[in-house]
T-cell receptor, first 112, second 112 residues
Framework: TQLLEQSPQFLSIQEGENLTVYCNSSSVFSSLQWYRQEPGEGPVLLVTVVTGGEVKKLKRLTFQFGDARKDSSLHITAAQPGDTGLYLCAGGSSSNTGKLIFGQGTTLQVKP | GAGVSQSPSNKVTEKGKDVELRCDPISGHTALYWYRQSLGQGLEFLIYFQGNSAPDKSGLPSDRFSAERTGGSVSTLTIQRTQQEDSAVYLC??????????FGPGTRLTVL
């Protein structure tokens, strides 16, 4: 069974601080996605990484896929209150069926 | 509409009753997924439909849960004899390929 461990579970920081969220597994994934979810809404895709060692940047967000495709990180620089939300990592099944394995999520609160 | 839609947005039912949840995927998307999300947690895969292939039902938690997809478009998730532990947000997603999934806003189910 493929599992994704996401940490930390909760994070409360001040505006302007940096943070990193981690997503780890003992399994290899065909792809790794990061989503952001706000209350009462479905998750919204932020990025997809598919190649080991891949780094993608989206404004103040930097996403990295581990060389062995077992782990990933999301780094936010100079966090803003608008970054507040639930961040979810999701791994593409190794059987490549399209099924996603989700981490438990990281609830981020950025205080002004 | 342009996105995935789900109905109802909220459903309150009594223990033992049956419920039906509906999902309208994005037009042209061949894949459709159902997930379940407990409060502030990650998503739990339930079932996956891809075109005319047999669905992947490996995530359904019990035989009280079933889903169908008519005409390759709209899907209905049915929960029979609901239990309190079935209370959660049920999310539907669709995709054109096997990687990027687009989520609906979810149906919040409360079983009293």
């Amino acid at each position: 069974t493929q599992l994704l461990e996401q940490s930390p579970q909760f994070l409360s920081i001040q505006e302007g601080e940096n943070l990193t969220v981690y997503c780890n597994s003992s399994s290899v994934f065909s792809s790794l996605q990061w989503y952001r979810q706000e209350p009462g809404e479905g998750p919204v895709l932020l990025v997809t990484v598919v190649t080991g060692g891949e780094v993608k940047k989206l404004k103040r967000l930097t996403f990295q896929f581990g060389d062995a495709r077992k782990d990933s990180s999301l780094h936010i620089t100079a966090a803003q209150p608008g970054d507040t939300g639930l961040y979810l990592c999701a791994g593409g099944s190794s059987s490549n069926t399209g099924k996603l394995i989700f981490g438990q999520g990281t609830t981020l609160q950025v205080k002004p | 509409g342009a996105g995935v839609s789900q109905s109802p947005s909220n459903k309150v039912t009594e223990k033992g009753k049956d419920v039906e949840l509906r999902c309208d995927p994005i037009s042209g998307h061949t894949a459709l997924y159902w997930y379940r999300q407990s409060l502030g947690q990650g998503l739990e895969f339930l079932i996956y439909f891809q075109g005319n292939s047999a669905p992947d039902k490996s995530g359904l938690p019990s035989d009280r849960f079933s889903a169908e997809r008519t005409g390759g478009s709209v899907s209905t998730l049915t929960i029979q004899r609901t239990q309190q532990e079935d209370s959660a947000v049920y999310l539907c997603a669709s995709s054109r390929g096997r990687i990027e999934q687009f989520f609906g806003p979810g149906t919040r189910l409360t079983v009293l």
